[in-house]
């Protein structure tokens, strides 16, 4: 659908402003003529509209799982107005009003955790708990228990240490030499193991982090990160069990066990938080994206009180606590709009949405894969969904990406934006990805997979 955008709005010469100084992200700048970054320039509940006035149902809340709340909300807007202009910015060193009120909400969502630190991304947040691990060890352990071990097609951020400690090689190609200290393991992706099938399959899977720190040696070791459910991975649901195991082998070893909420965080499975799912209790807790929606940048890493407490000493120990610092975490801007944005997903039942929604969009795609050969795999968890892309069901053959990167133009002709695995893999950029709003209604849903449907068929999938 299109749409006039408001009279008052100028936009003449913003396109050409734009090619000729915004460098964007993920984005090939040297392509033919006519092809352009497109340039959203408002938004309402589900939906964007382009430069051009062209509508679109954004399936993927602002191109990377963030805008969990939907568009326009003026009151996440008011509240980050009147905070701005009563106090915006003091280092967080001190305290703020929205600071102080934001970290006790969330914390009460997340039962055993007590402390939050604030930044400003998803990798920083990330950083701070690799920073965590690294300075316990050196008051701790003689600096020997400093290892992170990090799980194949999980990503936990863009910065040298956080590329270090991800599992997308695409995304780690030409920016080496990476952080030492870093240790990879296989992911749990059943669809492609041998033993895939076999209800056990979760509890070995989860074993390779047991091999993994016996190989490297227990007393080097000082955690794990993992994502809940992988994301721009593949959306990777772990199997019954996985979790599970993961726990009693951190506890064995003395490892802390970093869960990363940038995606799953907020509701977006149908829970608060993905690790909620499956009956684990982490240490280290990161988060950003849906935090606030995207209407302030805020990440947060939230830790128990007993890793806190490490990290206190008398006043005559001068390096003994946590030394570090973000400077945008101390803008009141992030937290205000955080609390707002929590408050809406408690009254609007938005979690239980999630999880509702959620149910009828995996059923659908299911439905799909019933009509379209292409389609090997469905899989998701409350309002984050995928659909593996196969050139043979039989062998599991994934398609080339050209063929995701078509579905996904197909769908945007139709008006509906969905997303991809982008170029994280040599192999694996076959897995198309669904994350509308927490908002999704039924009639969303349907308009989505009539999109993806279109799209299947127009390429070949029919």
């Known amino acids: 659908m299109n749409k006039a955008l408001s009279p008052d709005q100028n936009f003449e010469g913003v396109a050409e ?69 009563k106090m915006c910015y003091y280092a967080n060193t001190g305290g703020t009003i929205p600071g102080a009120m934001f970290a006790k909400k969330l914390v009460s969502k997340m039962p055993g955790l007590s402390r939050v630190y604030y930044s400003n991304s998803g990798s920083e947040a990330n950083e701070k708990g690799y920073k965590l691990v690294r300075q316990l060890a050196a008051l701790k352990n003689g600096g020997r228990k400093h290892k992170i071990i990090y799980r194949d097609r999980d990503y936990h951020g863009t910065t040298i240490t956080a590329l270090s400690s991800g599992g997308q090689s695409q995304r780690k190609d030409q920016y080496g030499p990476f952080t030492p200290g870093f240790v990879e393991i296989p992911d749990c992706l059943a669809y492609h ?51 599970e195991t993961i726990g009693e082998i951190c506890k064995k070893y003395g490892l802390l066990l970093h869960i990363d909420e940038v995606v799953c965080g907020l509701g977006r499975t149908g829970k608060w938080f993905g690790y909620q799912h499956f009956g684990v209790r982490p240490d280290i807790v990161t988060m950003a994206k849906g935090i606030a929606s995207g209407y302030a940048a805020i990440s947060a890493t939230v830790t128990t009180e007993e890793l806190f407490g490490e ?15 973000s400077t945008f975490g101390g803008c009141t801007a992030g937290p205000a ?94 897995t198309l990805c669904f994350s509308p709003a927490l908002i999704c209604t039924r009639d969303d849903i349907d308009e989505i997979i009539a999109a993806v449907d279109a799209g299947l068929g127009e390429v070949g999938g029919g």
């Open 337 to 430: 709009a955080a609390l707002e944005n929590i408050r809406i997903i408690e009254e609007e039942n938005l979690v239980e949405n999630a999880a509702t929604m959620g149910d009828y969009l995996l059923e659908r795609l299911q439905e799909m894969r019933d009509k379209h050969p292409m389609i090997g795999e469905a899989r998701g968890k409350g309002l984050f969904a995928g659909l593996e892309l196969v050139a043979d069901r039989a062998t599991r053959a994934p398609v080339d990406e050209s063929v995701a990167i078509r579905v996904v133009g197909e769908c945007m002709k139709r008006g509906v934006m969905i997303g991809r695995t982008n170029r994280s893999f040599p192999k694996y950029n076959n």
């Open 193 to 243: 193991a041998k033993d895939g099938d076999d209800p056990d399959y979760g509890v070995r899977a989860a074993k390779e982090l047991e091999k993994a720190v016996l190989r490297e040696g227990p007393d080097t070791v000082g955690a794990v990160i993992l994502e809940p459910i992988t994301a721009g991975g593949g959306v990777i649901i772990p199997p019954p069990g996985y979790f």
């Open 311 to 325: 990290f206190l000493a008398g006043p005559e120990d001068k390096m003994h606590y946590f030394r570090d610092i």
């Open 17 to 85: 402003d734009d090619k000729q100084h915004a460098w964007h992200h993920m984005f090939q700048h040297n392509t033919p003529p006519g092809v352009a970054p497109q340039i959203i320039v408002e938004g309402e509940g589900m939906r964007v509209r382009d430069i051009n006035g062209r509508e679109y149902l954004d399936a993927v809340s602002g191109g990377v799982w963030t805008v969990n709340v939907g568009y326009g909300r003026k009151r996440i807007a008011r509240a980050v107005h009147d905070q701005l202009v």
